[in-house]
């Protein structure tokens, strides 16, 4: 009986549950049922509104055909009247000289006969009719002005409504990740002269391959993109990946999104470890600064230990710094790292060859530091960049000039009035990254 009672309840409660998915679809479908009304109701709106504009144009370039018509009109009509009215006072006045003409000659016997006939001769000489010419100044013919709408009226009955822009297609063979920039390059499948602009969507992540659905780090969008590629600078590469997808829109609709792809971001990623560091830097994993008290507050406890039976060691030291969890020779540790004047700090990941790129911000007001790159060989005494063993870029603010330390470097110079510089190391093996004050 027991167990019947506890499958009865179990029926009754998937019952339940599938009672509110129900109750909870019937709800969508109702909400569905009155945005397709408000939906339609605004699309039909739309629709009037262009053909409405269409025919304002229609309407429009009627109007300006039509003037022009009048225009030519007016203009034929005014050089015919004008011929017309010359031709008529010619020819007036060769009738009026014609019936001069033939009564002259009824009285031919008269005295006066020599000195009429010799009027009459200059008179037809002088005659409007002998300087007109006899042919029209402008044609009655108005073809000119006849229209041909084929073409137009097969474009307005292709009109139609706007198709879904199909999902572009990112091209990862012409896509770069260079420096602090990335630049992403996609193509459409098919031809789409209705397309407007481009939405890019990108995130940083620490998973390679396709896009997982749940990730900590929100989509950044960036719309109004009119070409098919696009450039993003100024990044920080603080996560080994990016994520990147791309939507194309039409002035009513926007498309899927493509297919996300996932790229690399080469960035050389690592932190200060202050067991290196000289004891006049104070650090603080990525940040470092300059201490002037920090050699003798280690001297002062040294003693105070010494005296205390202790042994009087840095590395025993209470101000000696945390040590990174990553990993760094044994025989390197301790606050003797680096002694006299090479102040220096020692990154905690090691770099066994390749190109790298990383990111260093400094404070405008800061005088001098370098950073670069140099052989686990470096001695305690030896400045950065100032031996074989090490290479950096070097900014002094003492001299308000700048440029790289020797050895071996490639041809770079910076400007200190800048707050960040962008550096990428030379290509040499067993280095490791190290930054001075």
């Given at each position: 009986?027991?167990?019947?009672?506890?499958?009865?309840?179990?029926?009754?409660?998937?019952?339940?549950?599938?009672?509110?998915?129900?109750?909870?679809?019937?709800?969508?479908?109702?909400?569905?049922?009155?945005?397709?009304?408000?939906?339609?109701?605004?699309?039909?709106?739309?629709?009037?509104?262009?053909?409405?504009?269409?025919?304002?144009?229609?309407?429009?370039?009627?109007?300006?055909?039509?003037?022009?018509?009048?225009?030519?009109?007016?203009?034929?009509?005014?050089?015919?009247?004008?011929?017309?009215?010359?031709?008529?006072?010619?020819?007036?006045?060769?009738?009026?000289?014609?019936?001069?003409?033939?009564?002259?000659?009824?009285?031919?016997?008269?005295?006066?006969?020599?000195?009429?006939?010799?009027?009459?001769?200059?008179?037809?000489?002088?005659?409007?009719?002998?300087?007109?010419?006899?042919?029209?100044?402008?044609?009655?013919?108005?073809?000119?002005?006849?229209?041909?709408?084929?073409?137009?009226?097969?474009?307005?009955?292709?009109?139609?409504?706007?198709?879904?822009?199909?999902?572009?297609?990112?091209?990862?063979?012409?896509?770069?990740?260079?420096?602090?920039?990335?630049?992403?390059?996609?193509?459409?499948?098919?031809?789409?002269?209705?397309?407007?602009?481009?939405?890019?969507?990108?995130?940083?992540?620490?998973?390679?391959?396709?896009?997982?659905?749940?990730?900590?780090?929100?989509?950044?969008?960036?719309?109004?993109?009119?070409?098919?590629?696009?450039?993003?600078?100024?990044?920080?590469?603080?996560?080994?990946?990016?994520?990147?997808?791309?939507?194309?829109?039409?002035?009513?609709?926007?498309?899927?999104?493509?297919?996300?792809?996932?790229?690399?971001?080469?960035?050389?990623?690592?932190?200060?470890?202050?067991?290196?560091?000289?004891?006049?830097?104070?650090?603080?994993?990525?940040?470092?600064?300059?201490?002037?008290?920090?050699?003798?507050?280690?001297?002062?406890?040294?003693?105070?230990?010494?005296?205390?039976?202790?042994?009087?060691?840095?590395?025993?030291?209470?101000?000696?710094?945390?040590?990174?969890?990553?990993?760094?020779?044994?025989?390197?540790?301790?606050?003797?790292?680096?002694?006299?004047?090479?102040?220096?700090?020692?990154?905690?990941?090691?770099?066994?060859?390749?190109e790298h790129y990383w990111e260093v911000r400094y404070?405008?007001?800061?005088?001098?530091?370098?950073?670069?790159?140099?052989?686990?060989?470096?001695?305690?005494?030896?400045?950065?960049?100032?031996?074989?063993?090490?290479?950096?870029?070097?900014?002094?603010?003492?001299?308000?000039?700048?440029?790289?330390?020797?050895?071996?470097?490639?041809?770079?110079?910076?400007?200190?009035?800048?707050?960040?510089?962008?550096?990428?190391?030379?290509?040499?093996?067993?280095?490791?990254?190290?930054?001075?004050?």
């Open positions: 009986m027991e167990e019947q009672r506890e499958a009865l309840r179990k029926i009754i409660t998937t019952l339940a549950v599938k009672n509110e998915e129900i109750q909870s679809f019937i709800y969508s479908l109702k909400q569905m049922l009155l945005n397709v009304e408000a939906n339609s109701a605004k699309v039909e709106e739309d629709l009037e509104a262009e053909f409405q504009s269409l025919f304002s144009l229609l309407e429009e370039l009627k109007e300006g055909m039509l003037m022009k018509i009048k225009q030519d009109r007016a203009s034929r009509t005014y050089e015919l009247q004008n011929q017309l009215a010359a031709c008529t006072r010619a020819l007036e006045s060769s009738e009026e000289l014609l019936e001069t003409a033939n009564q002259t000659l009824q009285a031919m016997d008269s005295e006066d006969f020599p000195q009429a006939a010799k009027q009459i001769k200059d008179g037809v000489t002088m005659a409007p009719a002998f300087r007109l010419s006899l042919k029209a100044k402008v044609s009655d013919n108005m073809s000119h002005l006849m229209v041909d709408f084929a073409q137009e009226r097969q474009m307005l009955q292709a009109l139609k409504f706007l198709p879904v822009p199909s999902a572009p297609v990112i091209d990862l063979a012409e896509s770069l990740v260079a420096d602090n920039c990335v630049t992403l390059v996609w193509r459409m499948p098919d031809e789409d002269s209705k397309i407007d602009h481009y939405v890019l969507e990108y995130r940083r992540t620490n998973f390679e391959g396709p896009p997982r659905l749940k990730e900590d780090q929100p989509w950044m969008v960036i719309e109004g993109i009119r070409q098919t590629e696009y450039t993003l600078t100024g990044l920080k590469f603080d996560m080994k990946y990016m994520n990147f997808r791309v939507k194309a829109c039409n002035k009513a609709v926007a498309g899927e999104f493509s297919e996300p792809v996932t790229l690399e971001t080469p960035a050389f990623m690592f932190r200060l470890d202050a067991s290196t560091s000289h004891q006049n830097l104070r650090v603080d994993d990525l940040s470092v600064e300059w201490d002037a008290m920090g050699g003798k507050v280690q001297d002062i406890k040294a003693r105070e230990k010494d005296g205390k039976g202790r042994t009087a060691s840095p590395v025993n030291s209470p101000a000696r710094g945390t040590p990174s969890p990553k990993r760094m020779p044994s025989g390197r540790g301790g606050r003797d790292r680096f002694t006299a004047e090479s102040y220096t700090v020692l990154g905690d990941t090691l770099i066994d060859g390749g404070e405008p007001d800061s005088k001098a530091f370098g950073v670069g790159v140099a052989y686990r060989s470096l001695g305690r005494f030896e400045q950065l960049g100032k031996t074989a063993a090490s290479w950096c870029l070097h900014v002094n603010n003492w001299l308000q000039a700048s440029c790289p330390s020797t050895t071996p470097a490639p041809n770079k110079c910076f400007t200190p009035s800048r707050p960040s510089l962008h550096s990428r190391s030379c290509p040499l093996s067993r280095y490791g990254v190290a930054a001075s004050r």
